[in-house]
């Protein structure tokens, strides 16, 4: 499996080659989010991890950009993870086109099985609600200008 991770943090680069390493796996490294689609063209990954800051180009604007070349038949489609900060990130990362996220901070069970999953043709989503969850809706009652003239 080869691998695209484009990130400028260092400790996330050893975190993620530690827990996806081994003798089957190869990296290339992106430090700067506007080289990742070059890198793209140049040997099509089977996965791509972008971390959502990354220097000049953060992660939503490489996925933007690699689902735009996708459409426009320039590049295949390529599986991308993304490794958002916190979960207020989830919308931003579903609209871009990403195949799944992980929300900080990582750990090697998550890192692997979202690889999996996403490698694999599927999706990986953290941060939302399940299904049978139950959503709660606060509505705050207002009262009319009607009540209010009739109340004073």
Request: aromatic share 2%; net charge negative.
């Amino acid at each position: 499996m080869h691998v695209i991770l484009a990130t400028d943090a260092d400790w996330l680069v050893d975190e993620v080659v530690a827990a996806l390493g081994g003798p089957e796996t190869t990296f290339t490294h992106c430090r700067d989010g506007r080289s990742v689609v070059g890198v793209v063209k140049g040997r099509t990954p089977d996965l791509v991890i972008l971390d959502l800051q990354i220097g000049t180009m953060g992660g939503i604007a490489v996925t933007m950009d690699l689902r735009l070349d996708e459409s426009g038949g320039t590049l295949p489609h390529v599986p991308i993870l993304m490794l958002l900060d916190r979960q207020a990130d989830v919308h931003m990362a579903r609209r871009s086109g990403a195949d799944g996220w992980l929300i900080k901070p990582l750990d090697a069970l998550r890192l692997r099985r979202a690889s999996k999953a996403i490698a694999g043709g599927g999706c990986f989503a953290e941060g939302i609600p399940a299904v049978d969850e139950p959503v709660i809706e606060v509505v705050e009652e207002v009262a009319s200008e009607a009540e209010v003239a009739t109340a004073n």
